[in-house]
């Protein structure tokens, strides 16, 4: 699986977009972006995934750049709650190998 | 409510003791999956399993063992050859292709 570059930490001010940015310029062609978070002592938490269009949900939007190197995960009005771990994870699909591989992600505070 | 189950959710174990993990679901996903956590680090992978009855080492499976004998459960065994056990365990499923669920998680502590 590819590797994935993210800054370790960001801030933003409640009620505003988190903006999360991940370089990912070794991805391969069947390899999806998949975006986890994990909030302090709990399991992560499955956001969203895509492979080339961008996607949007009830949690977030991601925007995969042409050239799919690299990607950015939008919270479109950041709360409280949303203060946590975020975990930009590349993965293939099909064959036997479906196993996610975490880095340390990017700690994302919420402020007033 | 479909989900997965860890169990106990504190564990503390004397040097030199073997304990066991439990990981139980309910979604009948395929795939299992058991994490190691420590403060401030990003999750590693123990062991994974596909299949019931099969499973295979992640990158930090020295020290821990692990069973498949149920779809449901995959229970991992923190042996006394593992020289740092102190940590938090996570336990994933999924359907081979989809996105994992978690469970809430074990921690570990050495006394």
């Known amino acids: 699986d590819a590797k994935t570059t993210q800054p370790t930490s960001m801030d933003c001010a409640e009620g505003r977009a988190a903006n999360l940015p991940c370089n990912h310029s070794?991805?391969?062609?069947?390899?999806?972006v998949y975006w986890y978070r994990q909030i302090h002592s709990q399991g992560p938490q499955y956001i969203i995934h895509g492979l080339k269009n961008n996607e949007t949900n009830e949690m977030a939007s991601l925007i995969i750049t042409e050239d799919r190197k690299s990607s950015t995960l939008i919270l479109p009005h950041a709360t409280l709650r949303d203060t946590a771990v975020y975990y930009c994870i590349v993965r293939a699909e099909g064959g036997t190998a479906s196993k996610l591989t975490f880095g340390t992600g990017t700690r994302l505070q919420v402020t007033l | 409510d479909g989900g997965i189950t860890q169990s106990p959710k504190y564990l503390f174990r004397k040097e030199g003791q073997n304990v066991t993990l439990s990981c139980e679901q309910n979604?009948?996903?395929?795939?299992m999956y058991w994490y190691r956590q420590d403060p401030g680090q990003g999750l590693r992978l123990i062991y994974y399993s596909q299949i019931v009855n099969d499973f295979q080492k992640g990158d930090i499976a020295e020290g821990y063992s692990v069973s498949r004998e149920k779809k449901e459960s995959f229970p991992l065994t923190v042996t006394s050859a593992q020289k740092n056990p102190t940590a938090f365990y996570l336990c994933?499923?999924?359907?081979?292709?989809?996105?994992?669920?978690f469970g809430s998680g074990t921690r570990l502590t050495v006394v």
């Open positions: 070794t991805i391969s062609g069947n390899e999806y």
């Open positions: 979604l009948n996903h395929d795939a």
């Open positions: 994933a499923s999924s359907m081979l292709f989809y996105g994992y669920t």
